[in-house]
């Protein structure tokens, strides 16, 4: 099969990993190119997708958009006459991804919470729970020595997340942590508990990368089905009440006076996150799900003018963004996209 993925590249290996051809494009700043991988510093549209395949050669069986956390980059996808899977990741700080959503005829929701807001008018397309993942080639346990009793590593001032700096600065008053930015591989192999704190009761990343690292995850609870794919006590260390600093410091100590308790459950973690929460298992699974989408094109082919309601939406959505402030000629940008999704169908130069 041919797959296309757009903006990660987090499930491109594993997809070529099960034996498919896979072309990754993604936005930035610069333009790059070499086999399979392409790098574009602009926006990319319908007619942009379209020249992109036939120069590479590359006619895809399937498009994967990957949410990472940014505005999207790519429009037009529901003009593509191949099955689509979106990947919808931070729903709680982007409103815009439930209008986007309906460009394609999957959407894989990596909030249990939040499906439910996917399946919003009486409308065909598939909206599955999709929990995240860790990456092999990212997160892997290759510790000759755990000499950090509990690390944090990530954004600790990030606007979307205003009470991890406070939660972090309490924790250290009861219980010494390592909090860094950056790579987290090396400093998760290393450490025998990695704290984690969401930015909206979300199960994120860490929770995966930390444990395929080989170290006890301390979480909160965070709902979003936690508990449907772990076990406090077990393959987790148990939760703390979300903002209690206190409870997660007694956690930790506790749990580190009880070494061959800690090592049993972060073991136990390890296993199974390889078992059943690698990126090869997600990328499997979307394969496994082609059938119960695949017949969903026409359909979304065929809805023309209420897929283009949608996402006149999602683009009006960014425009009034409000924690993250963007540069006028961004604001403009997304106004005119939403201008032209205000057009009749067969007038949408830019996207068909």
């Not at 009440?241 to 800690?262: F, P, T, W, Y």
């Not at 409000?322 to 106004?335: A, E, G």
Request: proline letters at 4%; charged letters at 25%.
């Amino acid at each position: 099969m041919k797959i296309v993925t757009l903006e990660s590249d987090f499930l491109a290996s594993s997809f070529r990993e099960l034996g498919h051809e896979v072309f990754y494009i993604r936005w930035d700043t610069e333009f790059a190119e070499k086999k399979n991988f392409l790098q574009v510093n602009r926006p990319i549209y319908y007619r942009d997708l379209l020249t992109i395949f036939d120069k590479y050669s590359f006619q895809p069986d399937l498009v994967l958009w990957h949410d990472v956390g940014n505005i999207p980059r790519v429009w037009g996808l529901e003009a593509l006459e191949c099955p689509t899977v979106g990947f919808f990741v931070d729903t709680y700080c982007n409103p815009w991804h439930i209008p986007y959503s309906y460009a394609f005829d999957c959407s894989l929701v990596a909030q249990k919470n939040a499906v439910p807001l996917f399946n919003e008018d009486d409308y065909a397309k598939v909206n599955k729970w999709f929990p995240l993942f860790y990456n092999k080639r990212r997160a892997f346990n290759d510790s000759v020595i755990r000499d950090i009793p509990v690390c944090f590593v990530g954004t600790v001032d990030s606007k979307q997340n205003e009470l991890r700096k406070k939660f972090l600065d309490q924790f250290a008053k009861f219980c010494p942590v390592l909090v860094k930015k950056g790579a987290y591989q090396p400093l998760f192999a290393r450490s025998k508990i990695v704290l984690n704190q969401s930015a909206a009761c979300e199960l994120n990343y860490r929770t995966f990368e930390a444990a395929a690292c080989g170290a006890a995850v301390l979480t909160e609870d965070c709902d979003n089905g936690l508990l449907d794919l772990f076990t406090p006590g077990e393959n987790i260390l148990p939760l703390y009440e979300r903002g209690n600093a206190r409870q997660a410091a007694d956690i930790a100590l506790e749990m580190l006076n009880d070494e061959k308790k800690l090592t049993e459950i972060a073991a136990s973690g390890e296993q199974l996150v390889n078992e059943k929460h690698s990126s090869i298992a997600r990328a499997q699974e979307i394969l496994d799900s082609i059938g119960e989408f695949s017949g969903k094109t026409r359909r979304r082919l065929a809805s023309g003018e209420f897929i283009r309601a949608k996402l006149m939406l999602a683009a009006m959505f960014i425009c009034g963004e409000t924690k993250t402030v963007l540069p006028l000629n961004m604001i403009n940008h997304f106004s005119e996209i939403a201008k032209t999704y205000q057009q009749r169908w067969d007038k949408v130069a830019l996207f068909r």
